[in-house]
Every structure is written in structure tokens, then in C-alpha cells.
């Protein structure tokens, strides 16, 4: 495992579904940018204090000189590092687990894709709603035609998670919303990836055409990133889409219904 140390919130998430049912073992990791600071959590986990690595570097060449060396990498580290540590993996012969998104630019999907046929390796992003069975079962119902034909694509990701500048006192969340480690943006990215990959799993015969998009800073320092944004899509057979995704959606969470006022605040959000 590439990042996830004691403060990550996703590399928990990493973790259990890797090991809950024994597919996976931990043997190794570069768990943090304080090395001592990995090392000693690493060591909580089981891990061999000699595994236990500075950098991703250091992990994937040292890995590679061991008989018992690691198969599988999972990169839980923020978002301007997955392609770089994603391709060392691929080179060190790895298959990776990646959290979204993958890259930043097409063209960094492109050379992940070419790479991981030329190694023979396999890269998966964690769009873990899409392994649903309703979501599975979804898909089979429209490629047997027993919905007819998709004209409207309603898409929707919002909580209430960050309705105030949590950032500002949580340092482990900072990263999210500062675009040097987020990339050119933070609910689009962060959020709304899930709902866009789910649309696609249950209709991949629909292609986005053109689109628009609104984006706001409702918290204001978080500008020029996007706590809340809206997106309209037209699809290439004539349907449409639309897409809201918001991370001040107050009372939310993970797009549950809600109308509630902000704490001493005259804004309300309802959705």
C-alpha cells in the first residue's frame, strides 16, 4: 500500500475490502510522508518493520529483489500523485489499485492504458457503487432492451460534509481543496466521478457530446476549487443528462434527501 496511514480516511476503506475475505494479504507499505511516522503504523498493522518503506521508490525496487515480493499495489495517496506512482508501479511489474481519479489529463489515461497492455498488468480505480447488484442488474435491464431507449440521465452526488471550512482545523482534509495536491478541481473530481462512472456501467452505450457545467465556492476559501457544482449533458443519440454534485449540502449525506438550515447562517441548501 502506497499512502493510508493513521490519519487517511480512504486507505481504512483500502484495507477492509482488501482483507476481508482473504483474497489479499498486507505485506508491505509506504504508508506515509513521515517515514518514522509509517513505519511505526505499519508495524501496527502486522507489517515487518523491514517493509515498512520511505517512499514508493524505495517499496517498489526493494519489493522487486525479494522472492516473496508484493503482486499488488494500492495507491490511497491524494490526487496529483496516482498517475506518477501508478506508472512506477506498472514499470515494477505491479497491478494496481487506485483511488480516483486515476490521472488528471486524457493523455495520462491514454499512457496508463498502452502501459498496462504492454506489462500485462491490470489497473482498477475504486468505483466500488458500480459492484451493486442493482446497479449490475440495472445494466442487464437496458442491454436487454426492457427499458426501452435512455433518454434522460439523472445524476446526483451531494453530502454535507463540508459545509463549513473543516480544513482549515482538520489538516488531514486540507489536501482535497488545495489545488497543488486536488488537481483543477474538488467536488467534480472527488464526487462526482462516482455517479458519472455508475451511469456509464449501467448505460455504456451512451457518449457524452458536449456539456456545461456551473461551479461555485460557497466557502469561499476554497476558491478557485468548487464545493458545488451543477452539470448539464447532452448525449450523442439525443438524451440528456444532468448532474448535481455538492459537498455543502447541509443535513446530507451521500445524497440523502434534506432541507436544512445552516448553523448560524441565513443560507439554506436543499436537496
Not at 494479504?25 to 502486522?46: C, I, K, M, Y
Not at 427499458?147 to 489538516?171: C, D, P, S
Not at 482534509?173 to 486536488?182: L, S, Y
Request: charged letters at 20%; a positive charge.
Amino acid at each position: 500500500m502506497v499512502g493510508g496511514g493513521g490519519t487517511s480516511q480512504i486507505g481504512y476503506s483500502h484495507r477492509c475490502a482488501a482483507l476481508r475475505d482473504n483474497v489479499y494479504t498486507l505485506l508491505a507499505g509506504a504508508l506515509d510522508v513521515n517515514a518514522e511516522r509509517g513505519r511505526a503504523f505499519g508495524e501496527q498493522l502486522g507489517i515487518a518493520p523491514e517493509r515498512c518503506y520511505a517512499d514508493y521508490q524505495t517499496l517498489f525496487r526493494e519489493e522487486a529483489q525479494r522472492p516473496d515480493g508484493i503482486e499488488v499495489v494500492s495507491v490511497t495517496t491524494p490526487n496529483n500523485t496516482h498517475f506518477a506512482i501508478t506508472k512506477a508501479a506498472l514499470e515494477a511489474g505491479l497491478h494496481v489499485i487506485c483511488e480516483k481519479p486515476l490521472c488528471f489529463t486524457a493523455e495520462e489515461a491514454r499512457e496508463l492504458v498502452d502501459l498496462s497492455k504492454k506489462q500485462n498488468k491490470i489497473v482498477g480505480v475504486t468505483y466500488g457503487y458500480a459492484g451493486y447488484q442493482m446497479i449490475q442488474q440495472a445494466r442487464q435491464m437496458i442491454a436487454d432492451g426492457l427499458l426501452g431507449e435512455i433518454r434522460i440521465v439523472n445524476m446526483q452526488f451531494a453530502h454535507g460534509f463540508h459545509n463549513q471550512a473543516v480544513e482549515l482545523q482538520a489538516e488531514s482534509t486540507r489536501w482535497r481543496v488545495t489545488p497543488k495536491f486536488a488537481g483543477p478541481s474538488y467536488v467534480l473530481g472527488d464526487l462526482a466521478t462516482h455517479p458519472l462512472f455508475v451511469a456509464e456501467t449501467m448505460a455504456p452505450q451512451l457518449n457524452i457530446k458536449r456539456l456545461m457545467c456551473s461551479r461555485q465556492s460557497f466557502v469561499p476559501s476554497r476558491a478557485p476549487l468548487e464545493d458545488n457544482a451543477f452539470v448539464l449533458m447532452e448525449y450523442d443519440n439525443g438524451a440528456v443528462g444532468s448532474m448535481w454534485t455538492s459537498a455543502v449540502n447541509s443535513g446530507a449525506m451521500h445524497s440523502q434527501k434534506s432541507a436544512h438550515r445552516r448553523r448560524k447562517s441565513k443560507h439554506r441548501m436543499v436537496g
